[in-house]
């Protein structure tokens, strides 16, 4: 499929900002969240920043974007409006939060609810982002057991990676949780290798044969099923859209540029920031290891739609989905 750059956008920053929630729930959970004040307004601003952009971004991609509104009174059937229900409620929990930790310095008690129901409503949310794809039975790549849990995997280890960072940059150093980026990033990534391996030797069993009914025996005993005649005489929308293969030569670099980029590189630098000895170095390393993280989330998630086949291009002449 065509990837667009809005839902990427959408899917890497929304994920990372609620990635960055559910992590400040689990300190808060545990007695170990920072009480200076400027921790508190930036990690909530650039979590609750990421998550806004990352909404806003994904309205792009509809022909009507100020219809958006209107999804969200599907959440009983569609994944899609429940996604956008969790996150308008995952604000509330999140501001009143807020307000206790900034103002109050206080996150304990009722607090502390708050933070386990905006850490619940934020990993809700990116379930329903994965839910979308992963409910498409149309798209054998996406209709894979591993899609969700690399969704919620993806936004623990970004946005633990972004809540270590801006920690130590602030003057609050948590070895546990440069601990959690390291090793989410390395679940994450293995877990992706397995996705990749899944997708590559699945068997969907769709051809054109099976399209129009003939099934594998039909195949075999009458040759090759093709169509005389395409069905449009010039590209149509569909086929733009749903179309679009990337060269397994290069989907292949691709994949490599985004594991050593977005798990090799980072790991490895978050490894030497807990190893570090001084403050200063530990900050510059997590510093050094955040952008080539999200670089690769980016080129993963470009992969994600671009190595995803529609069945509908089966109509189109593609003699497999």
């Known amino acids: 499929m065509k990837p667009a750059a809005s839902v990427i956008l959408f899917t890497v920053l929304s994920g ?50 100020e219809r958006a509104w209107r999804a969200l009174s599907q959440w009983r059937s ?31 008690g009722v607090y502390a609810f708050l933070a386990v129901l905006t850490g619940s409503a934020a990993m809700t949310t990116v379930y329903c982002t994965g839910m979308i794809y992963g409910s498409l039975v149309t798209i054998p790549q996406w209709r894979q057991p591993l899609v969700v849990p690399l969704y919620l995997a993806f936004a623990l280890a970004t946005g633990s990676l972004i809540c ?33 391996h899944a997708i590559d030797s699945a068997q969907t069993g769709s051809t054109t044969a099976t399209a129009i009914g003939l099934g594998a025996a039909g195949l075999g005993a009458i040759g090759l099923v093709r169509p ?22 290069h989907g292949r670099k691709l994949r490599r540029l985004a594991l050593h980029l977005g798990g090799t590189l980072p790991i490895l630098l978050v490894v030497g920031a807990i190893a570090s000895p001084a403050a200063l170095a530990s900050t510059i390393l997590l510093a050094l290891a955040l952008p080539p993280a999200l670089l690769g989330v980016f080129v993963e998630r470009w992969l994600f739609f671009a190595e995803a086949t529609h069945k509908v291009m089966l109509y189109y002449g593609r003699q497999t989905a």
């Open 78 to 108: 569609s994944w899609l409006s429940r996604e956008g229900c969790a996150s308008l409620a995952t604000y509330l929990p999140a501001g009143l939060f807020g307000i206790g930790w900034v103002l109050l310095d206080r996150t304990d």
């Open 228 to 249: 005389l005649d395409p069905p449009h005489s010039e590209e149509n929308f569909i086929m733009k859209e749903m179309g679009f293969r990337v060269a397994r030569k």
């Open 16 to 65: 990372a900002g609620y990635g960055i929630l559910a992590v400040i729930a689990l300190a808060a959970l545990i007695g170990d969240l920072p009480g200076e004040t400027a921790v508190a307004v930036w990690s909530l601003l650039v979590a609750l920043g990421l998550v806004t952009v990352g909404l806003l971004s994904s309205t792009f991609h509809l022909g009507h974007p």
């Open 164 to 196: 270590s960072t801006l920690f130590a940059m602030l003057g609050a150093w948590i070895p546990w949780l440069a601990w959690l980026s390291a090793l989410s990033l390395l679940g994450t990534w293995a877990l992706k290798r397995a996705y990749w």
